[in-house]
């Protein structure tokens, strides 16, 4: 069986990258990314199975031992995300080394996991292929025929997680053109819908934005964007209600550049993002937009961008990407209503604009508060080290990536500070957490709003140095219902959504998940494998970034029970942490599961010896 897929895999591949990319990978490299894929994932799913204490195992002479396997490591790191050595690793197929580390896992479940395993597996190794493609094509000086934005050079996907690159409800083919770390092609084609069938978040201004990208429809119907590959799919899902209620609307298709998450497409004109339902299992759910998304995304924008016009600690180096408009079917058609629901967003062009403009005219006197001024750190630019260049919008999830034909994008980003590789390193990093976490964790404090700050959700504003970030996707923040309402805020949003909350651990915890584990962990593992740094030297740096800001605002009566809190929290000894791979052999989704690990923000916290 596994034979079979790795001889199919080269068969595609030896036929397909060529006619897609005008470039021809000799056999060698095919087998080559091929085993380095199956690696990759087999020590992503032994690492996992260790983290989540699935397995019973032990860390000796940098290697994991667990079920009479021994996985070498070239890093010890962080909340246990360790870094194997895949040139050194032997371990068994990914067919066999399953059952070997979960015997006891029921048969169905297995079957699932291992192919969400071999897809992933698959696209990887796709990926790794392609990129070595384009830096070789580009080295040379040649056109590369997909885009070269950095949202579409993520390679590896999730950090940690086995199933990274799975695409489950992609034909081989459909991954190739619409990945966007592939030809990131995004064909929109439109839909009409029953105007009582549908449900509109901002309608005036949805109706507005639709007209910019489709012909008005007929009286009595409400027009859709709608992913070319949802389009294919929309018969079979929707069942009774396609060609009646929903049918195939006469507007010309409009081309798009699909985005880091593949359903999230970019318009060049008019510009804006498009979220999109693509009913595919990508890393660990189906990607719909439910009503509740539809629904809630302007009420969410709109609160923060109250709170942050309000609250101007909040806002210092930081814009949240806003959610306009939604659409989609009404809620009363449960499950299906999800298949087609969408929401619109600016470009984040203009957010990064305003941040370099703001970074650029930037002095302690022009800010509006004693507490704005105190959080001023010194790696404020002096006035002759101020950017003036035109800002670059980078995804975070970028930066440990290569340039085409160039440099790792992280020592590329750092080449403006002075002194030797590790210095510059350590002067990006101290500029990217005062950028960075202050206002997330003022927002989280003092109103209640944990972002979903992971790296493939933030985007790092950048002209020659740091000039601060824009985080999008409303759709996974959690909302205190206790701070919101001691901080004066009482946003309407679908009935039982899961974005409100009564339980702070759960808050709390989403910020700490996203902001710490996913993406602060990954980035100073970029740094020091970029030739940065000692962690152990970064994680403090961290623990005093938050200490200063709970610090400062436990003087404002309102807020010294929320700083004690959340000091308490965020610098426990240990931490829950999300088990992504005992979520995916349960099949849930929001219904999040946890491991236990150790803190790196804790006051008497050690890194692990490398």
């Known amino acids: 069986m596994t034979l079979a897929e790795r001889d199919r895999f080269l068969a595609f591949a030896a036929r397909a ?33 260790a983290r989540e204490r699935l397995v019973a195992f032990d860390l000796q002479d940098m290697s994991l031992r667990t079920c009479s396997l021994s996985l070498p490591l070239r890093r010890l790191r962080a909340f246990e995300l360790h870094a194997a050595d895949l040139d050194a690793a032997d371990l ?18 297995r079957a699932r996991l291992a192919r969400e395993l071999g897809d992933s597996r698959w696209n ?9 493609l384009r830096h070789r094509t580009c080295s040379e000086g040649q056109p590369w025929p997909a885009p070269l934005d950095p949202e579409n050079l993520v390679v590896d996907g999730h950090p940690w997680h086995p199933m990274s690159k799975t695409r489950l409800g992609l034909r081989a083919w459909e991954n190739l053109r619409h990945g966007p770390d592939l030809l990131a092609q995004a064909t929109v084609h439109a839909v009409d819908v029953a105007a009582d069938h549908a449900q509109l978040a901002a309608p005036d201004l949805y109706d507005d934005l639709a007209r910019q990208l489709f012909p008005a429809p007929p009286p009595g119907l409400v027009r859709l964007p709608v992913h070319a590959l949802q389009l294919r799919r929309l018969p079979r899902l929707l069942g009774p209600l396609w060609g009646s209620v929903v049918r195939l609307a006469d507007a010309p298709p409009l081309r798009a550049r699909a985005l880091l998450s593949l359903r999230t497409v970019a318009l060049a004109a008019p510009a804006l993002h498009l979220k999109l339902a693509v009913d595919v ?18 009420a969410i924008a709109a609160l923060l961008s109250a709170i942050q016009a309000a609250d101007p600690l909040t806002r210092r180096g930081l814009r949240i990407q806003p959610d306009l408009a939604g659409a989609g079917l009404h809620p009363r058609h449960g499950e299906r209503a999800g298949q087609l629901g969408l929401v619109v967003r600016p470009d984040p062009a203009a957010l990064a604009r305003d941040l370099h403009a703001v970074r650029h005219n930037m002095s302690l006197e022009t800010f509006p508060s004693k507490h704005a001024q105190e959080d001023m750190s010194l790696t404020t630019f002096p006035r002759e080290h101020v950017p ?14 290569r340039r085409p034909g160039g440099d790792l994008v992280l020592r590329e980003l750092a080449a403006g500070y002075p002194g030797d590789l590790r210095a510059r390193l350590a002067a990006f990093f101290a500029d990217y957490l005062d950028l960075l976490v202050p206002a997330a964790l003022r927002l989280l404090t003092a109103h209640g709003v944990a972002l979903e700050a992971h790296l493939q959700n933030t985007l790092l504003v950048h002209a020659g140095r740091p000039c601060g970030f824009v985080v999008r996707d409303l759709g996974g923040v959690r909302l205190h219902r206790g701070r919101l309402a001691a901080a004066g805020h009482a946003p309407a949003l679908a009935p039982d959504s899961f974005t409100l909350t009564a339980d702070l651990a759960e808050a709390q915890g989403k910020l700490l998940h996203t902001l710490v584990h996913a993406h602060l962990a990954t980035l100073i593992g970029w740094i020091d494998d970029a030739g940065g740094p000692d962690p152990a030297q970064l994680w403090p740096a961290v623990r005093r970034i938050c200490q200063r800001q709970w610090d400062r605002w436990a003087s404002e009566p309102a807020l010294a029970r929320a700083c004690a809190d959340d000091r308490a929290f965020f610098f426990a000894d240990t931490c829950r942490s999300k088990a992504l791979l005992r979520m995916r052999i349960d099949e849930r989704v929001s219904d999040y599961a946890y491991t236990e690990v150790a803190n790196a923000l804790a006051a008497g916290y050690s890194s692990p010896a490398a």
């Open 17 to 49: 990258v060529p006619a897609a990319f005008g470039a021809r990978p000799g056999p060698d490299d095919l087998a080559a990314h091929w085993h380095a894929a199956t690696r990759a994932i087999g020590a992503r799913l032994v690492l996992a199975c």
């Open 388 to 401: 003036s260049s035109p800002p670059q919008l980078l995804v975070c999830a970028a930066l440990g990536e």
């Open 92 to 109: 068994p197929d990914l067919p066999d080394l399953l059952p070997r580390l979960l015997p006891a896992l029921p048969s169905a479940a």
């Open 281 to 298: 299992h990508t890393t660990s759910a189906r990607r719909q937009v439910s009503p509740a998304s539809v629904r809630n995304g302007p």
């Open 124 to 132: 990887l190794a796709l990926a790794r292929l392609v990129a070595d």
